[in-house]
T-cell receptor, first 115, second 110 residues
Framework: EPEVTQTPSHQVTQMGQEVILRCVPISNHLYFYWYRQILGQKVEFLVSFYNNEISEKSEIFDDQFSVERPDGSNFTLKIRSTKLEDSAMYFC?????????????FGSGTQLSVL | RKEVEQDPGPFNVPEGATVAFNCTYSNSASQSFFWYRQDCRKEPKLLMSVYSSGNEDGRFTAQLNRASQYISLLIRDSKLSDSATYLCVVTSGGSYIPTFGRGTSLIVHP
């Protein structure tokens, strides 16, 4: 069964450092997402991406965040200068289409710890 | 008011029990509804979509009440492996972005 893959599974970084989280969505999917989940809290939407551009973003996704699809398979989330409050599990997801009934397929996540 | 609200639980039930969760949503223009399952420190996985007429998948039944703006999930004959957090997900009118509730924790014990 095709799956979304994320690397690394764990990332530890110092406050102020840049991190890049990587994702390989399912190959025939066209819509890509980043969500995050702070420990004990709900899954929160960050950004969606389609046709090489951001389609929607939340208020969490400020100027410190950026996304990129550098080639035909990878989808990355960059945090330019990490803060302690960026510590969370970051999930990448993809969907075949973007409609109200579309189902998301999630990767297994990257646990980011900012020290 | 939160967009999607769930009782966090935990619901602690014996094997074989029937358990039901509710989820309320604030946007009356919401279009699509789903239940996802999340195991501890794992990714959410789609359990089932929720249709207006209600739908069933084995031991799981989902229902939608648009008038009262809630959806429900009923699990019959609970198994130990059903222990997880159940996430209510709603896609609202004007946005295709699924919004997650905080989840309801279920613990099934022997």
């Amino acid at each position: 069964e095709p799956e979304v893959t994320q690397t690394p599974s764990h990332q530890v970084t110092q406050m102020g450092q840049e991190v890049i989280l990587r994702c390989v969505p399912i190959s025939n999917h066209l819509y890509f997402y980043w969500y995050r989940q702070i420990l004990g809290q709900k899954v929160e939407f960050l950004v969606s991406f389609y046709n090489n551009e951001i389609s929607e973003k939340s208020e969490i996704f400020d100027d410190q965040f950026s996304v990129e699809r550098p080639d035909g398979s990878n989808f990355t989330l960059k945090i330019r200068s990490t803060k302690l409050e960026d510590s969370a599990m970051y999930f990448c997801a993809s969907s075949e289409d973007s409609s109200y009934n579309e189902k998301l397929f999630f990767g297994s996540g990257t646990q980011l710890s900012v020290l | 008011r939160k967009e999607v609200e769930q009782d966090p639980g935990p619901f602690n039930v014996p094997e074989g029990a029937t358990v039901a969760f509710n989820c309320t949503y604030s946007n009356s223009a919401s279009q699509s509804f789903f239940w996802y399952r999340q195991d501890c420190r794992k990714e959410p996985k789609l359990l089932m979509s929720v249709y207006s007429s209600g739908n069933e998948d084995g031991r799981f039944t989902a229902q939608l009440n648009r008038a009262s703006q809630y959806i429900s999930l009923l699990i019959r004959d609970s198994k130990l492996s059903d222990s997880a957090t159940y996430l209510c997900v709603v896609t609202s009118g004007g946005s295709y972005i699924p919004t997650f509730g905080r989840g309801t924790s279920l613990i099934v014990h022997p």
